[in-house]
């Protein structure tokens, strides 16, 4: 038996800092414009409608629904092998921002578009906590 090689793990940016700070904390955080009100994600430095650059950070509800799904069924490296079958999802949160996250807590195979899902965190390391989601 040999060790699995690590996930891959983000790397924080400037403008991503705080939201993977709210991860750590286990709390969903997308950016909101002052100025016309939308929500975004993922994070960047101006309003992706308006070009403001006066946006602060909400805590989402952490509720979405499935837009649409693979199921991953062959591993991309070792370190996922223990994972697979998985679901990668694009999620439309109820905020209007559209993320790509992972189901779990699932059989993939009873998934179904439209399904509601509710926002989780999965430690992948000290530092590192990881959204996800699951059906409610
Ligand atoms: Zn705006």
């Known amino acids: 038996m040999t060790d699995a090689p690590a996930k891959h793990l983000p790397r924080p940016t400037p403008e991503t800092e705080v939201y993977w700070e709210g991860c750590r904390k286990h709390e969903l955080l997308l950016q909101r414009c002052t100025k016309c009100r939308e929500f975004q994600f993922y994070p960047r430095i101006t309003c992706t409608n308006c070009t403001s650059e006066n946006l602060e950070w909400v805590k989402a509800s952490g509720r ?5 799904f693979a199921v991953v069924r062959r591993a991309v490296s070792q370190a996922y092998d223990a994972d697979v079958p998985y679901v990668v999802a694009l999620i439309k949160l109820d905020e209007g921002p559209t ?7 699932c059989d993939p195979e009873a998934l ?10 999965e430690d992948w390391s000290e530092d590192v906590s990881i959204p996800q989601f699951r059906p409610v």
């Open 64 to 68: 979405g629904q499935v837009l649409t």
């Open 99 to 105: 993320m790509m996250s992972n189901v779990v807590q």
């Open 112 to 121: 179904h578009i439209g399904d509601l899902v509710q926002v989780l965190f």
